[in-house]
């Protein structure tokens, strides 16, 4: 049953709440004259925001600019107020839902719409924007779809001036033309890539992009990729499963496909890691915008402003992987070994073994495999310290814009920080976890290959089986040095840098808008706190350094590992001293 209420001609018209479309409008009179002027009619159509195309000459950009930046198809909660105004991400992923195969319009063909150029909009997309900006209603989404097509034609009778206009030649007077050739710019469709830069590498920009949309495989797929490549050489040269005597009686295993740090890392822990990394801006670019929302948007740099910031970090990134990670390592070290047919005290792997097994692999086949293994292991690096630098940028952006006391004056503000800053850590967390076991990997190769073990499986058991008593046997060492020992702690120490950098100006926000007695109060409700996160990480950090230093190392791997594997599947541990914090406030 529907109520209405009329009052007399002032055009107020009043609606249940609980009806399915609500609609509620003001009119406005003018006294000096007879006919009385109507406002664009602003409606709550099917519990979303609904403003009527307007019936003005207006471009695609005019149009989408003015619909997007007033929040046009976008929720409303009981109160009548809607989430904010559109952002990229946010189109994406409102696009893929209403679209029946789950595709839709890709991240960059949406990000060309908001910027002031002049790329149009395809048919299909049309069918999308419409049936947004029209709240999934079916007059609405038509209405709006005319619209949307009439705006397109008058963009590109523009982008057609436009062209002309550049076409005409402009002589001086006097001057002689025998012949005229009319140039003219390209037109760039929706389809299409626009072109870089030809002065300037942006290096941050690219390093962003990599990371960017909401594909999180894209990364993880391009190292299994490498390592397919990689194991697969490594299987035709015969080194995938090799040994070697380092000492009388003992046959050392040390192929491609033992190595932990070329199986779990690239296969299992790095891939988790990239795809954690992508998760955690995917979330915060879609948060970002209602955050700029609250506040004076030019008061803070863009996003993509903030990443050339870090400019610089980018560079030593690169510099660091691949000229002294693969150039110096592999030419100085590596190559200089193979050519001169001794390893000295390095120790012995797959990639040297043609020193001790030439009748395996020769010293040609050794040098180019090295090379690809380097390079492979500079990719590598450049990714994870990659991801590295654009969590800082992004936990440096959310300070900057939520971490000043005066604006959590606002109850709903103060809430939304809480909960994002939450979510937040909780990734970083989960980041973190992975990116110590990256350079656990690392460390537990390079120690198994200075014992006497003959398999890492064999080394890691004889330690087991000595503390729980079983066997009285140690594993002896061997006089070799590793290099990895070194590399390995900078990966290690990159990684903690950045969780405590990341804790503690995080939970500087979540302090400030979140009252202390709460605070206190939702810990003490948590089967988990800060401490517990502190102590696990503290914890592998220990892990860590004790690999092959004490008896009963093995056992602390083991722990550690459940732990992780716990704590990712079910992130109570990671989770609960921070998601409590804004229950009171949600």
């Given at each position: 049953?529907?109520?209405?209420?009329?009052?007399?001609?002032?055009?107020?018209?009043?609606?249940?709440?609980?009806?399915?479309?609500?609609?509620?409008?003001?009119?406005?009179?003018?006294?000096?004259?007879?006919?009385?002027?109507?406002?664009?009619?602003?409606?709550?159509?099917?519990?979303?925001?609904?403003?009527?195309?307007?019936?003005?000459?207006?471009?695609?950009?005019?149009?989408?600019?003015?619909?997007?930046?007033?929040?046009?198809?976008?929720?409303?909660?009981?109160?009548?107020?809607?989430?904010?105004?559109?952002?990229?991400?946010?189109?994406?992923?409102?696009?893929?839902?209403?679209?029946?195969?789950?595709?839709?319009?890709?991240?960059?063909?949406?990000?060309?719409?908001?910027?002031?150029?002049?790329?149009?909009?395809?048919?299909?997309?049309?069918?999308?924007?419409?049936?947004?900006?029209?709240?999934?209603?079916?007059?609405?989404?038509?209405?709006?779809?005319?619209?949307?097509?009439?705006?397109?034609?008058?963009?590109?009778?523009?982008?057609?001036?436009?062209?002309?206009?550049?076409?005409?030649?402009?002589?001086?007077?006097?001057?002689?033309?025998?012949?005229?050739?009319?140039?003219?710019?390209?037109?760039?469709?929706?389809?299409?890539?626009?072109?870089?830069?030809?002065?300037?590498?942006?290096?941050?920009?690219?390093?962003?992009?990599?990371?960017?949309?909401?594909?999180?495989?894209?990364?993880?797929?391009?190292?299994?990729?490498?390592?397919?490549?990689?194991?697969?050489?490594?299987?035709?040269?015969?080194?995938?499963?090799?040994?070697?005597?380092?000492?009388?009686?003992?046959?050392?295993?040390?192929?491609?496909?033992?190595?932990?740090?070329?199986?779990?890392?690239?296969?299992?822990?790095?891939?988790?890691?990239?795809?954690?990394?992508?998760?955690?801006?995917?979330?915060?670019?879609?948060?970002?915008?209602?955050?700029?929302?609250?506040?004076?948007?030019?008061?803070?740099?863009?996003?993509?402003?903030?990443?050339?910031?870090?400019?610089?970090?980018?560079?030593?990134?690169?510099?660091?992987?691949?000229?002294?990670?693969?150039?110096?390592?592999?030419?100085?070290?590596?190559?200089?070994?193979?050519?001169?047919?001794?390893?000295?005290?390095?120790?012995?792997?797959?990639?040297?073994?043609?020193?001790?097994?030439?009748?395996?692999?020769?010293?040609?086949?050794?040098?180019?495999?090295?090379?690809?293994?380097?390079?492979?292991?500079?990719?590598?690096?450049?990714?994870?310290?990659?991801?590295?630098?654009?969590?800082?940028?992004?936990?440096?952006?959310?300070?900057?814009?939520?971490?000043?006391?005066?604006?959590?004056?606002?109850?709903?503000?103060?809430?939304?920080?809480?909960?994002?800053?939450?979510?937040?850590?909780?990734?970083?967390?989960?980041?973190?976890?992975?990116?110590?076991?990256?350079?656990?990997?690392?460390?537990?190769?390079?120690?198994?290959?200075?014992?006497?073990?003959?398999?890492?499986?064999?080394?890691?058991?004889?330690?087991?089986?000595?503390?729980?008593?079983?066997?009285?046997?140690?594993?002896?060492?061997?006089?070799?040095?590793a290099l990895a020992h070194f590399s390995s702690f900078?990966?290690?120490?990159?990684?903690?840098?950045?969780?405590?950098?990341?804790?503690?100006?995080?939970?500087?926000?979540?302090?400030?808008?979140?009252?202390?007695?709460?605070i206190r109060r939702l810990m003490r409700e948590q089967?988990?706190?800060?401490?517990?996160?502190?102590?696990?990480?503290?914890?592998?950090?220990?892990?860590?350094?004790?690999?092959?230093?004490?008896?009963?190392?093995?056992?602390?791997?083991?722990?550690?590992?459940?732990?992780?594997?716990?704590?990712?599947?079910?992130?109570?541990?990671?989770?609960?001293?921070?998601?409590?914090?804004?229950?009171?406030?949600?």
């Amino acid at each position: 049953m529907v109520i209405e209420l009329s009052l007399l001609n002032s055009g107020w018209s009043l609606l249940p709440l609980n009806s399915p479309v609500t609609k509620c409008y003001d009119t406005e009179r003018n006294d000096t004259k007879s006919n009385e002027t109507k406002r664009d009619k602003t409606l709550i159509l099917n519990n979303k925001k609904y403003l009527s195309p307007p019936q003005k000459d207006a471009d695609f950009k005019e149009l989408f600019t003015q619909a997007a930046d007033a929040g046009a198809g976008r929720p409303v909660d009981n109160e009548g107020f809607h989430a904010g105004p559109w952002t990229p991400e946010l189109l994406v992923e409102a696009i893929s839902r209403i679209n029946s195969s789950g595709a839709g319009a890709d991240l960059r063909t949406v990000q060309h719409w908001f910027h002031k150029n002049d790329r149009g909009i395809s048919v299909e997309n049309i069918r999308w924007l419409a049936r947004i900006f029209g709240c999934d209603d079916a007059e609405a989404t038509s209405a709006w779809q005319a619209e949307l097509k009439a705006s397109q034609l008058r963009l590109s009778a523009k982008r057609k001036a436009k062209k002309r206009i550049q076409d005409v030649p402009i002589h001086a007077p006097g001057d002689n033309v025998q012949s005229e050739q009319k140039v003219a710019l390209p037109v760039v469709s929706e389809t299409q890539t626009p072109q870089p830069s030809n002065r300037i590498i942006n290096l941050a920009g690219g390093c962003d992009t990599m990371f960017s949309g909401h594909a999180t495989l894209n990364l993880p797929a391009s190292v299994w990729a490498g390592w397919a490549i990689l194991g697969f050489l490594a299987y035709i040269m015969g080194v995938h499963s090799v040994t070697y005597s380092p000492i009388a009686g003992v046959e050392k295993q040390v192929g491609f496909f033992w190595a932990p740090n070329w199986t779990l890392l690239e296969l299992v822990i790095l891939p988790l890691f990239l795809a954690s990394v992508v998760r955690l801006l995917t979330y915060w670019k879609a948060k970002r915008r209602s955050f700029i929302s609250w506040r004076n948007e030019r008061a803070f740099l863009s996003w993509e402003g903030r990443v050339e910031s870090f400019s610089a970090s980018y560079w030593a990134v690169t510099f660091v992987c691949f000229v002294i990670v693969f150039l110096i390592q592999w030419s100085g070290i590596h190559m200089r070994a193979l050519a001169d047919g001794d390893a000295g005290n390095l120790m012995m792997d797959w990639s040297l073994l043609a020193i001790e097994r030439p009748e395996i692999i020769s010293v040609s086949e050794a040098t180019v495999l090295s090379m690809l293994a380097f390079l492979y292991t500079a990719f590598i690096c450049f990714l994870f310290l990659t991801g590295l630098v654009l969590t800082v940028t992004l936990v440096q952006d959310f300070y900057e814009l939520c971490g000043e006391l005066e604006q959590f004056s606002n109850e709903n503000f103060r809430a939304t920080v809480g909960e994002t800053g939450s979510k937040l850590m909780r990734y970083i967390y989960h980041a973190t976890l992975l990116g110590i076991w990256i350079a656990t990997c690392i460390k537990l190769q390079a120690m198994y290959l200075l014992s006497g073990g003959q398999n890492i499986l064999d080394w890691l058991l004889t330690d087991f089986r000595y503390v729980v008593g079983l066997s009285h046997e140690v594993s002896s060492a061997l006089d070799k040095r590793a290099l990895a020992h070194f590399s390995s702690f900078l990966l290690l120490f990159s990684t903690c840098f950045v969780f405590v950098f990341s804790f503690v100006q995080i939970t500087r926000v979540l302090e400030r808008a979140v009252p202390q007695e709460d605070i206190r109060r939702l810990m003490r409700e948590q089967h988990a706190s800060r401490r517990m996160t502190l102590s696990i990480v503290v914890m592998l950090i220990a892990n860590f350094f004790l690999i092959g230093v004490i008896t009963g190392f093995s056992i602390l791997l083991l722990t550690g590992i459940l732990i992780t594997i716990y704590s990712l599947y079910k992130p109570m541990i990671g989770r609960a001293q921070f998601t409590g914090i804004t229950t009171s406030k949600s």
